[in-house]
Nanobody
Framework: QVQLVESGGGLVQAGGSLRLSCAASGSIFSINAMGWYRQAPGKQREMVAFITSGGSTNYLDSVKGRFTASRDNAKNTMYLQMNSLKPEDTAVYYC????????????WGQGTQVTVSS
C-alpha cells in the first residue's frame, strides 16, 4: 500500500506560480513511476507530468516549458513547479504512484484545487 498526500494548491492570478507537493508513505520501495494528473470540471482526467524512478520526465504538450516535475527521494516527495499559469490550468490536481507487481496498481492522492484567475 502507498499513501499520497498533496499540498500547495490555491488561487493565483494568470502568470503566477505555484508549487505542488506530494508526500508518499507506505510501500515506497515498490513505486515504479509517479505522475501528476488534473481534472477540470466536465473534462476527463489528463496526465500533466510523468516521472520515472530513474528521473525521466514526460509532460502534457500544453504545459511543456512552464511546469517541472521533480522527485526528492530522501524526502519521499514529488513536486510540480507550475510557472506562467493560465486560466485553462484550473483543475483539481492529483498525484499518483504507479506500481508494477505482476499487474499495474495505481494509488491516488486526494487532490488539490488549483484556480487561476484571469
Amino acid at each position: 500500500q502507498v499513501q499520497l498526500v498533496e499540498s500547495g494548491g490555491g488561487l493565483v492570478q494568470a502568470g503566477g506560480s505555484l508549487r505542488l507537493s506530494c508526500a508518499a508513505s507506505g510501500s515506497i520501495f515498490s513505486i515504479n513511476a509517479m505522475g501528476w494528473y488534473r481534472q477540470a470540471p466536465g473534462k476527463q482526467r489528463e496526465m500533466v507530468a510523468f516521472i520515472t524512478s530513474g528521473g525521466s520526465t514526460n509532460y502534457l504538450d500544453s504545459v511543456k516549458g512552464r511546469f517541472t516535475a521533480s522527485r526528492d527521494n530522501a524526502k519521499n516527495t514529488m513536486y510540480l513547479q507550475m510557472n506562467s499559469l493560465k486560466p485553462e490550468d484550473t483543475a483539481v490536481y492529483y498525484c499518483a504512484a504507479h506500481v508494477v507487481d505482476g499487474r499495474l496498481i495505481d494509488y491516488w492522492g486526494q487532490g488539490t484545487q488549483v484556480t487561476v484567475s484571469s
